[in-house]
């Protein structure tokens, strides 16, 4: 079995910064690409920004020059640095990773976590 655990949510102030972590662990062959995602209220999961293992990195139109991802292939860890923050970024953030479950056959999963929630106030 995967877990996948975030950690780093909670409130901040508008124009303020917070940090997501996202470990997996488990019976895990390799991960090819981690991301994140995020649920406001009322709306669809969006993709928020992604990263593969190669460190090709893709973000939505409105993190961008804000938010940025990372991650540490050794611990098979991903980072969103969550910079200039607004009222509108509250959400709860999901964590995504694509791996390759290490059991014969080789079996691709996406795994999400269980979220942790970013509330930015104004």
């Known amino acids: 079995q995967v877990r996948v655990v975030e950690s780093g949510g909670g409130l901040v102030q508008a124009g303020g910064s917070l940090r997501l972590s996202c470990a997996a662990s488990?019976?895990?062959?390799?991960?090819?690409?981690m991301g994140w995602y995020r649920q406001a209220p009322g709306k669809e999961r969006e993709l928020v920004a992604a990263i593969t293992g190669e460190g090709n990195t893709n973000y939505a139109d409105s993190v961008k020059g804000r938010f940025t991802i990372s991650r540490d292939n050794a611990k098979n860890t991903v980072y969103l640095q969550m910079n200039s923050l607004k009222p509108e970024d509250t959400a709860v953030y999901y964590c995504?990773?694509?791996?390759?479950?290490?059991?014969?056959?080789?079996?691709?999963?996406?795994?999400w976590g269980q979220g942790t929630q970013v509330t930015v106030s104004s």
């Open positions: 488990g019976s895990i062959f390799s991960i090819n690409s």
């Open positions: 995504n990773v694509l791996l390759i479950l290490n059991v014969v056959p080789l079996t691709p999963r996406s795994v």
